[in-house]
């Protein structure tokens, strides 16, 4: 029996690992967010002894690394050792949580009472005795405050730790417990409020109050005395109220006016091995002209169609015609570099210009596209520009207005560690070395960071500016909700994201990506116009779902199997907010997450001053 009581709460840590890590493709079974939870609490709260924060941190590291290496098994596609290493590491965030909630916020550890002792006389004795009968009384209430507040100290914890991971190092706010809701829009809504890291308080703080009250009507049972459950009854009221904010903000919210905007978004799915495209660069171009102009000639066929249907039953409505403003490819489309100079030079291949003609000749449509960018010179007055020595390169997001020369950049800011930069290689080379065996080609230097902190603007009629300001993220920077809020407080209306999942070939990694992307649009109430190589192509409307309301039809790219993994193209209208609203979360960031970090530290700190007594049942 001994060894029992010591193994059980090591497979219950990994089993409430497992079971968390479901809620994500490609299992996709948010009901497990919930389920998840019970061993965890319940291994964390009822062992531990007298070495409780060992105890905790070892019972949540078991729990986070079955939660990560199951969750990150992806990232196997591009290296092991980089698999293996970032789980081991993101497994630490839940041990710090398992220290915590093993110790000061362990609800069933007896603490010492702050109760004054009675005096000697009669009168102190009576009224002692009242004291009592009048606390039995308010048991049930009191008890209920308890179980609510250990929940929420709890819950807490969780959302301060998610902030942190998602900005320590650079961040990966990868898959927190509120990402479980990216398939359920009715609790996602919040994300508006609290960002996406404060929706892990829901499940954490629910939880934490079942597993009590579970445990409370146990001993009740056998007490033959029971209590009425407040805490139950309020956990309740706190789910429900976010369902109501949910379907409020769905179906009883007033819809801001918009202007629509048609895109037409290409994906060629081309393969990779790491980095490396295993196309030859002309099959690139080739692939990004043929499929446009396939995609242009099947528009201006239906258009044909509708036209000629409204004329033979002489319908008196206009005809609504399939027409783009943007073509819009992924990131770094093309196997080419815009060079530019200080003095506001650019210039773009030859190749690259024949394939933006040849979809675009009349320049009639804005092109959208990722491309490098290298800081160039010119040798001689006369020669084509160059790269410069020892020049910055970045990993931008090109737009070309319709009937413009110019290009209009933003470079990426958010650079992914250990894929577009390695901090201090110069100085330690065995990073290079470790990069280069995990990914399995040469190093090729990093990427400088970009620092532009203004939207980008498009013309754009149907506005009531004539243009429309655009939110720029590439890649995993649409996972990244605190860098793209400034975009927003100086009037981003529309998230244009370009992307290339390629690197993880046909794993679960585009799907966890684009699932986690959903809630950038419910946090800023912006819409996302996505395009990816090989990844999810969609437009994802202001509250996190692909459905164009208006059309009632889905708008993500996949095939007849329901894959993503594909070449084709979409067509589709994004319905842009003239004046969007400048939500909670847009204007105070991860506010609910901080506020919950500096509580707990508070409680922290106070709980220490009392050791607790032992814990229940322990001699």
């Not at 146990?218 to 976010?242: N, T």
């Not at 202007?259 to 081309?270: E, F, G, K, R, S």
Request: overall charge positive.
């Amino acid at each position: 029996m001994g060894v029992m009581q010591r193994i059980w709460p090591l497979f219950a840590a990994l089993l409430a690992g497992v079971l968390l890590a479901l809620c994500h493709a490609p299992f996709n079974i948010p009901v497990m967010v919930w389920l998840g939870l019970i061993p965890l609490l319940a291994s964390l709260w009822g062992g531990g002894g007298k070495r409780r924060k060992l105890y905790g941190f070892g019972v949540g590291y078991l729990s986070g690394l079955s939660f990560w290496l199951l969750n990150l098994k992806w990232l196997a596609e591009v290296g092991m050792v980089g698999w293996l290493a970032v789980s081991f590491f993101l497994a630490l965030y839940f041990a710090f949580w398992g220290v915590f909630a093993a110790g000061v916020g362990n609800p069933w550890i007896e603490r010492p009472s702050r109760r004054e002792q009675p005096g000697g006389g009669i009168a102190e004795k009576i009224k002692a005795r009242m004291s009592v009968q009048k606390e039995r009384r308010g048991r049930s209430l009191v008890e209920s405050r308890r179980v609510l507040k250990f929940a929420a100290v709890n819950a807490c914890w969780w959302c301060g730790l998610e902030w942190v991971r998602g900005w320590f190092l650079t961040g990966f706010g990868w898959n927190g417990l509120g990402v479980s809701f990216h398939d359920q829009p009715i609790l996602a809504q919040g994300a508006d409020l609290v960002g996406v890291t404060g929706l892990s308080f829901l499940p954490v703080f629910v939880m934490a109050v079942v597993v009590q009250v579970g445990r409370g009507l146990q001993q009740e049972v056998r007490s033959g005395r029971l209590r009425a459950h407040w805490d139950f009854g309020m956990a309740m009221v706190v789910l429900a109220l976010c369902f109501l904010y949910g379907i409020w903000k769905l179906h009883g919210e007033k819809s801001p006016g918009s202007v629509p905007l048609n895109v037409l978004l290409v994906q060629l799915n081309i393969p990779q091995e790491a980095s490396q495209k295993l196309w030859d660069p002309e099959k690139i171009y080739r692939g990004y002209e043929e499929e446009t102009l396939k995609a242009l000639e099947e528009l201006s066929r239906r258009n044909e169609e509708r036209a000629q249907e409204a004329m033979e039953a002489g319908s008196p409505e206009v005809v609504r015609l399939d027409v783009p403003d943007w073509i819009v490819w992924p990131e770094s489309a093309l196997p080419d570099v815009l060079y530019y100079t200080d003095s506001d030079e650019q210039e773009l291949g030859r190749r690259t210009l024949v394939a933006l003609n040849e979809v675009n000749p009349r320049e009639q449509f804005t092109v959208l596209f990722g491309l490098l960018e290298y800081e160039g010179e010119r040798t001689t007055p006369l020669a084509p520009l160059t790269r410069k020595e020892k020049g910055k390169a970045f990993n931008s997001l090109l737009a070309l207005p319709a009937g413009e020369k110019k290009l209009r950049t933003y470079r990426k800011q958010h650079l992914v560690l250990f894929g577009e930069t390695i901090p201090y290689v110069d100085r330690l080379r065995f990073l290079q070395w470790l990069w280069e065996k995990s990914a399995g080609t040469q190093y090729g230097g990093s990427f400088s960071a970009g620092e532009q902190g203004e939207p980008i603007r498009i013309p754009h009629v149907p506005s009531r500016t004539g243009e429309l300001a655009l939110i720029p993220t590439i890649c995993f920077e649409d996972t990244v909700g605190r860098k793209m809020r400034k975009f927003v407080r100086k009037g981003g209306q529309l998230i244009v994201n370009v992307t290339n999942d390629g690197w993880f070939k046909e794993s679960e990694a585009a799907a966890q990506h684009f699932a986690n992307a959903k809630f950038r649009s419910i946090e800023l109430r912006r819409p996302t116009v996505r395009c990816a190589n090989t990844g999810v192509s969609a437009v994802i409307n202001s509250y996190g779902t692909v459905l164009d309301r208006e059309q009632n039809e889905e708008r993500v790219l996949v095939d007849d199997t329901g894959s993503h993994l594909t070449r084709d193209w979409l067509y589709a209208t994004a319905h842009v907010p003239v004046a969007g609203p400048l939500t909670l979360y847009a204007r105070f960031g991860d506010w609910f997450s901080v506020l919950g970090l500096l509580v707990t530290l508070g409680w922290w700190v106070v709980v220490r001053k009392d050791p607790p007594a032992g814990r229940e049942g322990e001699e």
